[in-house]
C-alpha cells in the first residue's frame, strides 16, 4: 500500500539535543497527525494538524503543516531518554478519514 | 482523551485454527474503526475500515474471507484471523475515530504468533 516517506529513518542524539524530522508525500493531504510508539504498544497520539501552515506545540514538540499540503515537520526540544520511540506521521485526504502512514523515525537518545 | 481497548494483548494459536480480536472504544462512541497491521521494524499497513452496521471495506490485498471483521456496535469491532497459518504472525492494532474529529485513537495491539 501507498506509505509517507519520513526522514531521517533514524537518529541518535545526545540528550538535551533539538530533534528534527519530516514527512513527505506525492499527495496532497488534509489533516497531519504525528504519533509515538514504543515497541510492543499501539501508536500514541502527539499532535493533530488540519490546516496549511499550521503550527501546533504539545509541550516540547511541535509539528507544522507543509505550505504545500504534501509534507510536515515534527520537532522535539531539549530531548530526554523518555523521547525514545518511533515516531510515525499520517496523512489523510478529506472525507475518507483514512490515514496512511509514515515509514517511521527512530529514534534514540543517548544520556 | 478518548480510550481505545484493545484484547487479547498476544495470543499463540495453532496453525489452522481461528483467533478473534476486540476492539473496544471505552469512553466515545466510534461509528468507524480501523484495522492495521505491522511487521516488526515496519510501518503500520491499513488492512480495512469497519464501519457499525454495515460491511467493512478492505484496502486492496487483504483477504476479506480470511480477515472477517463485524462492528455489531458503535462501541466494539472485532478482527477474526480464519485458519490462521504462520505467515499471519504479526501485530494487529485497531484504531477508532471520534465522530466529528479527524483524530485516531489506538489500541494497544496484539501480537499474534501462530506455529
Not at chain 1, 514504543?38 to 503550527?55: F, N, S
Not at chain 2, 478492505?58 to 480464519?82: M, P, R, W
Request: aromatic share 12%.
Amino acid at each position: 500500500g501507498q506509505q509517507l516517506n519520513q526522514s531521517p529513518q533514524s537518529m541518535f542524539i545526545q540528550e538535551g539535543e533539538d530533534v528534527s524530522m519530516n514527512c513527505t508525500s506525492s499527495s496532497i493531504f488534509n489533516t497531519w497527525l504525528w504519533y509515538k510508539q514504543d515497541p510492543g504498544e499501539g501508536p500514541v497520539l502527539l499532535i493533530a494538524l488540519y490546516k496549511a501552515g499550521e503550527l501546533t506545540s504539545n509541550g516540547r514538540l511541535t509539528a507544522q503543516f507543509g505550505i504545500t499540503r504534501k509534507d510536515s515537520f515534527l520537532n522535539i526540544s531539549a530531548s530526554i531518554p523518555s523521547d525514545v520511540g518511533i515516531y510515525f506521521c499520517a496523512g489523510s485526504t478529506s472525507g475518507t478519514y483514512k490515514y496512511i502512514f509514515g515509514t517511521g523515525t527512530r529514534l534514540k537518545v543517548l544520556a | 482523551g478518548a480510550v481505545v481497548s484493545q484484547h487479547p494483548s498476544w495470543v499463540i494459536c495453532k496453525s489452522g485454527t481461528s483467533v478473534k480480536i476486540e476492539c473496544r472504544s471505552l469512553d466515545f462512541q466510534a461509528t468507524t474503526m480501523f484495522w492495521y497491521r505491522q511487521f516488526p521494524k515496519q510501518s503500520l499497513m491499513l488492512m480495512a475500515t469497519s464501519n457499525e452496521g454495515s460491511k467493512a471495506t478492505y484496502e486492496q490485498g487483504v483477504e476479506k474471507d480470511k480477515f472477517l471483521i463485524n462492528h455489531a456496535s458503535l462501541t466494539l469491532s472485532t478482527l477474526t484471523v480464519t485458519s490462521a497459518h504462520p505467515e499471519d504472525s504479526s501485530f494487529y492494532i485497531c484504531s477508532a475515530r471520534v465522530y466529528g474529529n479527524e483524530k485516531l485513537f489506538f489500541g494497544s495491539g496484539t501480537q499474534l504468533s501462530v506455529l
